[in-house]
């Protein structure tokens, strides 16, 4: 099989993924900036990771917030946060990211983390010009509907990028039912975190790095 096209998953597969603590901490300030000092630590992990519309809801209840006024300011503390840990050099490109320079084919990224926060790590490292779109998250509860495994925003990526035939890469099982719900391949990329990781999906390619799309596409 070859592909004219490449998508990729942003965190854990281009760059590293953000340590759970500095998330935790900036979903705290959000709370803060609505006079709630002392959140419950549920509460807290609730609005980190894995957040729903519904969930949003009634957390926000709980503390007499307005759930479109949280969710903006929780992204927004979120993107701060993460261009903090670029900065510091302490969220880098992976290594072997500049293989992607001689892959011949068009390439993308669908993130579910922030669209700022994309857009900072893209400008940051100046590796926009690799890739002819790049879609992260909107600051709205909406967009929370539309994370992978929905395809929906690997669907716009591949109408940005005239794809016929299509591979999304990923380090989360999240993307391999993505690129399901979109119809087409996968390869799950087997970083550091991702070693021994048993998966309960199949995707079409497991591989260890980014060069090895070298053989797959061409």
């Known amino acids: 099989m070859t592909y004219d096209t490449v998508v990729f998953d942003n965190d854990g597969v281009l760059v590293g993924r953000t ?23 549920e509460d807290v992990e609730a609005m980190t990771i894995g957040a729903t519309p519904k969930t949003v809801g ?3 209840s709980r503390y007499g917030i307005s759930p479109k006024d949280f969710w903006p300011e929780r ?4 993107t701060e946060a993460q261009r903090d840990e670029v900065r510091e050099g302490r969220k880098t490109l992976y ?26 790590v893209l400008d940051h490292f100046g590796v926009r010009d690799l890739f002819g ?19 929906h925003y690997i669907d716009r990526a591949l109408a940005d990028l005239d794809a016929d035939t299509a591979l999304f890469v990923g380090d989360n099982e999240s993307d391999i039912r993505a690129a399901e719900n979109a119809g ?5 990329i087997r970083r550091p975190h991702r070693e021994s990781w048993e998966l309960n999906v199949w995707p079409t390619w497991d591989i260890d790095c980014l060069s090895d799309l070298h053989d797959i596409c061409e």
């Open 19 to 41: 340590r759970y603590d500095v998330l935790e901490r900036a979903t705290e300030e959000t709370f803060n900036r609505f006079d709630v000092e002392d959140p419950d630590p």
């Open 58 to 60: 009634d957390v926000c």
């Open 75 to 78: 992204d927004k503390a979120l």
């Open 95 to 120: 290594d072997d990211l500049d293989t992607l320079e001689t892959l011949d084919v068009n390439m993308g990224i669908v993130s579910s983390n922030q669209q700022a926060t994309v857009d900072f």
């Open 133 to 151: 779109t790049a879609y992260g998250r909107e600051p709205t509860i909406q967009s929370l509907e539309r994370r992978k495994p929905n395809s």
């Open 184 to 188: 087409i391949d996968s390869a799950f």
